[in-house]
């Protein structure tokens, strides 16, 4: 068994227990990339500020190199018998390098190093979320737009409302992730300090120089306290948030795709590629893997909640509770990364049933809101006007029938201000058509929607 790095004070080795309880390598090897850089920046400013020989530096820093090109390799590989991947890496640097390979560590602790390294990986993370998430407003934005005039029911507590369009549907959600865009940044901005410098809690006697590390690093600067620097995980807590929300648009559209691919609504169909069967009833083609994006959201919403609950007890500084921050934020990503990487082309690839969403609107008097719109038009109070067309609706039901169908003594009977051009005004593609409001279901509006969304990416 290898020498721990920090058995000085030690006199016997740690139960086996203990070591494989302690031991943070199988999730925090996936690190290795941002430990290295971590290293050569810091190598380097202790090379340039003297508080190690410059030839010293450089070889440290072409090791680090040479180690991390092994690893990319498969030349080396990572001891799973490791506490964590900062020790492997500076055991391997040490065994190439000897006494210079231990020049490392100077005026730097593993504190101020994890919290480094946490925040590279995670600012790597985000941008690659991003960059999903801009992949999937631009399947938006085309779909909304093949269905800028798709007519379908817009709902209220799941009954037809009102008469909306498929484009307009969708660009609902290009705004829900336009934001979750914003609180990525926002996070990321956050995030961006580096607490390289901060030592184990109270800095270093070192003549450190922690605006080149920051700047090597491309932070924006270094984090104010050094007690903050190593303790803090805000930056987690606030990135998991943020997945958490993003997961929560993707299980409400999730759970629409569902709705929509059943037989009651039929307004879309799964691609084969993104459907499943059944194991005893050949007819079935279940929408599993939206039903998975919907089951994964509580398991990313679990882990914003162990990141806070986590943090809420711990003094400062550092404590060993906090090695419990990456496997749930990394848990998060893998999650957010995953399911947007397989709704995409689920999305993309989808069947859309316009005269099954046509059909639909035209069922539920979903026209109402109009009829009494009318009214008001031609100088009715709105309250009367509604009230006067709730009878009709009431009519319609016991005829049989609805409003584009009910005959106009029908309506005259209930107010001598209705006439023939009722039937224009009640046409769903009128209904539709007249919203010109700003962020609207008319289609000028829905390609308005997307001009804006477009622009914005």
């Given amino acids: 068994?290898?020498?721990?790095?920090?058995?000085?004070?030690?006199?016997?080795?740690?139960?086996?227990?203990?070591?494989?309880?302690?031991?943070?390598?199988?999730?925090?090897?996936?690190?290795?990339r941002q430990d290295i850089k971590g290293s050569i920046a810091h190598a380097t400013m202790l090379g340039e500020t003297g508080i190690i020989p410059p030839a010293d530096s450089k070889a440290i820093v072409a090791e680090l190199t040479n180690i991390l090109s092994d690893l990319e390799s498969g030349k080396l590989e990572i001891d799973p018998t490791a506490e964590d991947i900062h020790m492997f890496i500076e055991a391997v640097l040490t065994d190439r390098l000897g006494e210079t390979g231990k020049r490392l560590h100077t005026a730097r602790s593993r504190n101020d190093q994890v919290a480094l390294d946490i925040r590279l990986y995670l600012r790597d993370e985000t941008a690659e979320i991003k960059s999903l998430l801009q992949k999937l407003m631009t399947v938006l934005c085309d779909t909304a737009e093949q269905h800028a005039d798709t007519i379908m029911p817009g709902y209220t507590h799941l009954q037809r409302a009102q008469p909306i369009?498929?484009?307009?549907?969708l660009m609902a959600y290009a705004q829900m992730f336009l934001r979750d865009m914003t609180r990525l940044d926002d996070a990321a901005r956050r995030m961006n300090q580096s607490p390289l410098g901060s030592g184990a809690l109270a800095g270093t006697t070192y003549?450190?120089?922690?605006?080149?590390?920051?700047?090597?690093?491309?932070?924006?600067?270094?984090?104010?306290?050094s007690l903050d620097g190593v303790s803090d995980r805000d930056f987690c807590i606030e990135l998991a948030s943020a997945i958490a929300i993003i997961m929560t648009h993707l299980s409400r559209f999730s759970e629409e795709m569902i709705l929509w691919c059943s037989w009651e609504f039929k307004f879309i169909e799964l691609d084969d590629a993104f459907a499943t069967g059944s194991s005893i009833m050949p007819q079935k083609k279940n929408p599993d893997i939206a039903e998975l994006v919907r089951g994964k959201c509580g398991r990313v919403i679990g882990d914003t909640m162990t990141l806070l609950t986590m943090m809420k007890g711990l003094p400062l500084a550092y404590?060993?509770?906090?090695?419990?921050?990456?496997?749930?934020?990394?848990?998060?990503?893998?999650?957010?990364?995953?399911?947007?990487?397989?709704?995409?082309?689920?999305?993309?690839?989808?069947?859309?049933?316009?005269?099954?969403m046509r059909n639909a609107a035209a069922?539920?008097?979903?026209?109402?809101?109009?009829?009494?719109?009318?009214?008001?038009?031609?100088?009715?109070?709105?309250r009367d006007a509604y009230k006067i067309t709730g009878g009709l609706v009431a009519l319609c039901i016991e005829k049989n029938t609805d409003l584009e169908?009910?005959?106009?003594?029908?309506?005259?009977?209930?107010?001598?201000?209705f006439d023939n051009d009722i039937y224009t005004a009640i046409n769903l593609e009128t209904c539709v058509n007249n919203r010109l409001s700003q962020g609207g279901p008319s289609p000028e509006s829905v390609k308005a929607q997307i001009k804006q969304v477009r622009e914005t990416l």
């Fill in 1 to 32: 068994m290898s020498e721990k790095m920090w058995a000085g004070r030690f006199t016997k080795e740690a139960d086996a227990t203990v070591n494989a309880f302690n031991s943070s390598i199988s999730f925090d090897s996936r690190m290795y």
């Fill in 165 to 169: 369009t498929f484009g307009h549907h």
């Fill in 207 to 225: 003549p450190i120089d922690r605006e080149l590390t920051s700047k090597l690093l491309g932070f924006d600067r270094p984090t104010a306290n």
């Fill in 319 to 356: 404590n060993k509770d906090m090695q419990e921050d990456k496997e749930a934020i990394f848990d998060a990503i893998d999650n957010v990364k995953l399911c947007l990487t397989t709704f995409i082309p689920m999305l993309e690839t989808m069947t859309v049933y316009k005269d099954n």
């Fill in 363 to 382: 069922k539920g008097f979903i026209n109402a809101t109009d009829c009494a719109d009318y009214l008001v038009k031609k100088g009715m109070a709105f």
């Fill in 405 to 417: 169908h009910l005959p106009i003594e029908d309506y005259k009977e209930r107010s001598a201000l």
